[in-house]
């Protein structure tokens, strides 16, 4: 046994109500800066539509994730390393801009600067990418609520496979929203992809990165990934994705799309696993077992046996307690209403869904029935708004089974808690039907519905004896500005310039995220050497002086 941690999220699709504040929120963090424009690290998708690139999910398209050979042996859908060898600069699976969208803005400055006139002046739209005028055709949620229906939404490949059992028709028309970001596979076909093996995952957390020094823009992780979720800058000339925002989980804080989310749907945690099964799974033979197959692989953090083999491997203590509170481990493995993003592409994610009931209540409560009851609700989920099928595609590989489940649990604890609500007896047959009790059911209650913040997200923070290590790596990777370290190079529009090195230790860092205000990067006393670009006298490197005399 190999014990390793994995910080992971799942996300409640009950509660998103799309209004895009976690976008914009990574937008403005991670991607406000020349050259990825057109990049959404957290992107919000309603569904049914094409997502975002269109068409992601037509893997016979794009060539994304995992397959197995004819003897059973994992290889990426593109192709192995003699393939790409041979086709390195030319890599004709990518998406194109269009497939995108082109970003814009408008030209306001002919707003506030025309002169009176007899007819309102127009501010046209202008690309971002070349400053000229532009049209607008698409955008990275063009499928907002069913807009263009069934023009757009008959594009969605899921929908093209199941064919006649999704209607466009009004009365049949459904909607739900599925916010997406890297998933952190615990297989990343893009990290095998890389030619370059600038692409790694972080041994003390599971974080997939890029390395910005390593990077030389071959652009195979982009077709790679079947998520679609790695992107090409085109002025540095590198890859970049979703860091998990990494500089906040060190120090013990949710990622910026967590914390700012309306809905409060996200919850993220530590999950424990075996590294030496991880090849396994993702090579089950039925790609329906997928699912199970990963669930089950997860260890038990309650395990003796587990725990000694943590300690043994050096995990921190304080790492196994995490993941015996994690609420992802909850949601997950006790009480199995979490499902993966298309386990189909074999990369075992560890981003995890709760697939939405709220359609069934709808749909029940315009009929005239009792819309909370447990049978009418158990039997509403066989002819759902949202056909079971469609779930089962994004979820389970087209199983629909694991979905009925999900769906069933959801009900119960909705027809269990309306008891309570109540005032009345409560009825231990409806979590029995499901294969629960009657304090798991109000556990998943209390978790799902009016869980606290530190009960949503259990994040141990990093270690001050891995500070150093840390540090470095951030260095590696950070977007956080334009031109940061590791950003500039020999490749991309801005190829030549001096790379400027960061003056910051893990305290600093802790206390800039942490704070209310904005932090200036200074020193604190003391300056790491090592860190200083030689210019200038950072704080700290030479003694202040007080009253005329040097302080001491």
């Not at 990518?94 to 600067?113: G, K, V």
């Not at 939405?356 to 819309?371: F, I, K, N, W």
């Amino acid at each position: 046994m190999k014990p390793m941690a994995q910080l992971a999220m799942v996300m409640n699709l009950d509660k998103c109500i799309g209004c895009h504040t976690c976008s914009v929120t990574c937008k403005q963090t991670w991607t406000n800066r020349a050259g990825v424009e057109y990049v959404w690290f957290n992107n919000v998708e309603t569904r049914p539509g094409q997502g975002y690139p269109r068409t992601y999910e037509d893997q016979r398209k794009w060539r994304g994730g995992w397959t197995l050979d004819r003897k059973g042996r994992l290889r990426l859908r593109g192709g192995g390393r003699f393939k790409k060898l041979f086709t390195i600069f030319d890599n004709p699976l990518l998406p194109e801009l269009s497939d995108y969208y082109e970003p814009w803005t408008y030209d306001y400055e002919t707003l506030t600067t025309a002169p009176v006139q007899q007819h309102t002046p127009v501010a046209r739209p202008k690309s971002l990418i070349t400053g000229e005028d532009t049209k607008v055709t698409w955008s990275a949620n063009w499928d907002d609520d069913l807009a263009g229906a069934p023009e757009l939404a008959a594009q969605d490949p899921i929908v093209r496979k199941l064919g006649d059992k999704v209607k466009f028709e009004f009365e049949h028309t459904f909607m739900f929203y599925l916010p997406r970001i890297c998933e952190h596979c615990l297989n990343p076909a893009c990290a095998a992809a890389c030619p370059s093996g600038a692409i790694y995952k972080r041994s003390e957390d599971g974080i997939v990165l890029v390395d910005q020094d390593k990077c030389r823009g071959w652009r195979m992780c982009v077709s790679g990934c079947p998520y679609k979720k790695v992107f090409f800058n085109h002025r540095t000339g590198k890859a970049e994705k979703c860091t998990f925002c990494f500089p906040r989980l060190e120090v013990g804080l949710p990622t910026v799309c967590a914390e700012t989310c309306v809905g409060r749907l996200r919850y993220i945690g530590v999950m424990l696993y075996d590294a030496d099964t991880v090849a396994e799974v993702a090579a089950t033979p039925d790609e329906r077992d997928l699912y199970a197959a990963q669930r089950d692989a997860f260890l038990d953090p309650f395990d003796p046996e587990v725990i000694a083999a943590c300690e043994r491997a050096g995990m921190p203590r304080d790492w196994v307690l995490a993941a015996q509170q994690s609420p992802v481990y909850a949601l997950i493995r006790k009480y199995r209403v979490a499902l993966p993003l298309h386990p189909e592409y074999r990369t075992v994610p560890m981003v995890w869904y709760i697939p939405p009931l709220s359609p069934v209540v709808d749909a029940l409560r315009d009929t005239g029935h009792d819309a909370e009851d447990h049978g009418n609700l158990f039997a509403a989920i066989e002819a759902l708004r949202i056909p079971v099928e469609y779930l089962a595609e994004l979820f389970t590989a087209g199983d629909v089974a694991p979905v009925n489940d999900v769906l069933r649990r959801l009900a119960a604890m909705r027809s269990y808690m309306r008891d309570i609500n109540l005032g009345r007896a409560t009825r231990p047959e409806i979590p029995a039907r499901v294969g629960m009790t009657e304090e798991e059911i109000y556990d998943m209650y209390r978790l799902l519905a009016i869980a606290k913040y530190e009960q949503r997200y259990v994040i141990p923070s990093a270690h001050e004896e891995q500070a150093h290590g840390l540090e470095e790596l951030a260095t590696e990777c950070s977007l956080d500005y334009d031109g940061g370290p590791g950003m500039n190079g020999p490749f991309g529009e801005s190829s030549g310039a001096p790379t400027p090195v960061a003056v910051e230790n893990f305290r600093m860092l802790r206390d800039r995220q942490t704070a209310d205000e904005p932090v200036p990067v200074r020193g604190s006393g003391r300056v790491n050497l090592l860190n200083w670009d030689g210019r200038g006298n950072p704080d700290g490197l030479m003694p202040r002086k007080t009253g005329g005399r040097h302080r001491k």
